[in-house]
């Protein structure tokens, strides 16, 4: 026999839901309610990394004086990589950039790898140096260390090419050098007067004002590299928003439609299928009402990563209810004669420590993610965060308690109360 009663605290778990919906409503009302992505309005974004640290009031005062007032900039990494919105761009066709993956998956080249040219210096630490400096191999294993084989020797005061220049080395730096064609490594005391190579600056081509704002920001905060630019006209927008819309109805009505059919063995399925899809209504508003509250106080966008964890959502939500309907079924073929109360009370007890521990593991992964991972799915990942913890809680809560509520004549006592009060005069 179960000594928890789930069932009978129902109405304070329609309390908590409804204070908690009410509120998540409260916060969508108060504008903006969201803070739509590029997909769902016009408008052209671009993620930029500078090579070096620039504020985000000088990066949003240099928009502005591009005529870019409305620019919305957003931090992504460390200082120097900002994802920047601004109004659709007029671009030719071909000016869009792809973010390009930080390792490739690319074989290597089989054999030895060109030598590129960064620089040069002046062999000799001093004018008046000996006339031969001499050149080591390296030791990487042991702190970067010149090795005892002599490879070359260079004469003072020629300048040499140099490929390479190893960092916090014990000995300082090492530069690797090319004599003829060997190359050989001389620690910096024994060179002079390091000029970087200019780098190689052909003819840009015109991307309209896409080069207009980069030219302006390079003159600004110096090189940069523009990971991605992307661009979506107002319709394509408008087809976004409402693609959307129909996903979730058509999502909706099918899922309810499924689970009546599911349990057409017990008494009026159908409600088994309304009351999911009312606990599910509850973790979409409490998932958008957080998402808003995010995106108010943390500037997070929506976008088709956000549609597709409210998918998602949804699909766990109605998962976890499923499982609790099915214990619900098992019980009631085993004891038909039972109060139905019994049955539902008892399904929850044999299924809340499954629910809980299933989604602790889910939240535990995505806030992982979140604090490891990068901003590309930070929208994914905030909704599914939310979503699973509402969804464990109202099909434990709301889904299975409203079946009893409605069973007992809890609703049609409540809106029978209602009306009545209605219908009776003013004293």
Request: net charge neutral.
């Amino acid at each position: 026999m179960t000594t928890l009663d789930l069932v009978g605290t129902r109405k304070w778990s329609f309390l908590i839901s409804g204070v908690t919906a009410v509120l998540a409503l409260v916060v969508l009302a108060i504008p903006p309610a969201f803070r739509p992505g590029i997909e769902f309005t016009a408008g052209s974004t671009t993620l930029i990394r500078f090579s070096k640290s620039v504020s985000q009031e000088d990066l949003r005062r240099a928009y502005a004086d591009m005529g870019h007032g409305e620019a919305r900039i957003q931090q992504t990494a460390g200082g120097a990589e900002y994802l920047i919105r601004t109004r659709e761009l007029s671009v030719p066709p071909g000016s869009f950039t792809e973010v390009i993956p930080e390792a490739s998956a690319t074989p290597a080249a089989v054999g030895p790898v060109p030598l590129k040219v960064i620089g040069s210096v002046v062999m000799g630490g001093t004018p008046d140096a000996s006339s031969s400096i001499d050149l080591f191999d390296v030791d990487r294993g042991t702190g970067c260390k010149l090795g005892a084989q002599k490879l070359a020797a260079a004469k003072a005061g020629d300048r040499v090419d140099v490929v390479e220049i190893l960092h916090n080395c014990s000995e300082g730096d090492l530069y690797r050098v090319l004599v003829g064609e060997i190359s050989a490594y001389v620690a910096a005391r024994d060179v002079r007067d390091y000029q970087e190579k200019p780098k190689e600056t052909g003819p840009q081509p015109d991307r309209g004002e896409r080069t207009v704002i980069e030219n302006g920001l390079r003159d600004r905060f110096g090189e940069f590299e523009v990971r991605e630019f992307a661009s979506v006209s107002a319709t394509v927008s408008r087809v976004a928003v409402r693609n959307t819309a129909i996903a979730v109805a058509v999502s909706t009505l099918f899922i309810m439609a499924y689970i009546a059919f599911a349990f057409a063995s017990l008494p009026r399925p159908f409600r088994y299928g309304v009351c999911a899809i009312v606990a599910l209504l509850h973790d979409v508003i409490i998932t958008l009402g957080a998402f808003s509250l995010f995106s108010k106080l943390f500037h997070v966008e929506v976008n088709l990563m956000f549609v597709t964890g409210l998918l998602t959502v949804i699909g766990f939500s109605v998962h976890d209810t499923i499982v609790v309907y099915d214990r619900i079924r098992e019980n009631v073929k085993q004891s038909p004669h039972a109060p139905f109360s019994s049955n539902v009370n008892a399904a929850l007890v044999q299924t809340i420590a499954r629910s809980i521990n299933t989604s602790t593991t889910v939240l535990l992964t995505v806030a992982t993610m979140l604090v490891l991972g990068g901003t590309t799915i930070a929208s994914f990942l905030l909704v599914i965060f939310v979503g699973v913890a509402a969804g464990t809680y109202s099909s434990i809560g709301i889904a299975s308690q409203l079946l009893v509520a409605w069973e007992e004549g809890d609703l049609a006592r409540f809106f029978g109360r209602r009306r009545g009060a209605a219908k009776q005069p003013a004293s």
